[in-house]
């Protein structure tokens, strides 16, 4: 890389395939968005970038979760989150709460790959962050090969909020690495509404 170039060149950051969900705002345009209609109320939903099997986003998030790169996850998240703020979203949000990962999993890999990439968005907008506001009490098996409703089911009672007062009446921006079916992001929300959250919107590294 060259002088001043931090993770990612300048050559593949051109060639990342960028969704810019977050142009399309919290309009009926953005895709990402229609995956909770009829499902679980969503204010805004947004994506970093597209994953593609095999292509650099896949290998980026592999280096993420398996190669132990979590700096590599906070500059992700800066960079989406100088984004963001450009358009003017941090107002939009209260406080930034990453998916947690179970407490052997997270024994087992050292960090959670999600909340790096959340660190990242709350510094670059300057809002509040809450990496213990939403537990997963149950290692679930992974999700990779299973169907929507396989998915779900994986989750359904997996999340609770441990701290209440962290989300009661606040518009929380709910943080994960990748979203496939949405049902990981969906089961979180359920659980921070019922908690008492004003409102709930998504955000991901990618999304397949």
């Known amino acids: 890389m060259a002088r001043g170039e931090k993770y990612?060149?300048?050559k593949c950051s051109v060639k990342l395939p960028y969704t810019d969900s977050h142009v399309y705002g919290a309009t009926e345009l953005?895709?990402?968005q229609r995956r909770f209609w009829g499902k679980v109320p969503v204010r805004f939903a947004f994506s970093y970038l597209h994953f593609?099997?095999?292509g650099r986003v896949q290998r980026l998030l592999h280096k993420l979760k398996y190669r132990g790169a979590k700096e590599l996850g906070e500059h992700l998240g800066q960079r989406y989150g100088s984004l963001l703020s450009d358009h003017y979203y941090p107002e939009q949000f209260d406080v930034v709460v990453p998916v947690p990962l179970h407490k052997y999993k997270l024994r087992r890999r050292g960090y959670n790959q999600a909340e790096s990439f959340s660190t990242g968005l709350a510094q670059a907008m300057?809002?509040?962050h809450n990496a213990r506001a939403l537990l997963?009490?149950?290692?679930?098996?992974?999700q990779t090969r299973k169907n929507r409703l396989d998915r779900w089911q994986n989750v359904e009672q997996v999340f609770q909020v441990q701290q209440p007062?962290?989300?009661q009446g606040k518009r929380v921006l709910l943080v994960d690495?990748?979203?496939?079916?949405?049902a990981t992001l969906e089961a979180c929300a359920v659980a921070l509404l019922e908690a008492g959250a004003a409102e709930v919107s998504v955000v991901t590294i990618a999304a397949a």
């Open 8 to 10: 990612i060149c300048t």
């Open 30 to 32: 953005n895709p990402l």
């Open 52 to 54: 593609m099997p095999k």
């Open 126 to 128: 300057q809002l509040p």
């Open 136 to 142: 997963r009490t149950i290692d679930t098996s992974t």
């Open 165 to 167: 007062q962290v989300v």
């Open 177 to 182: 690495d990748v979203m496939t079916t949405g």
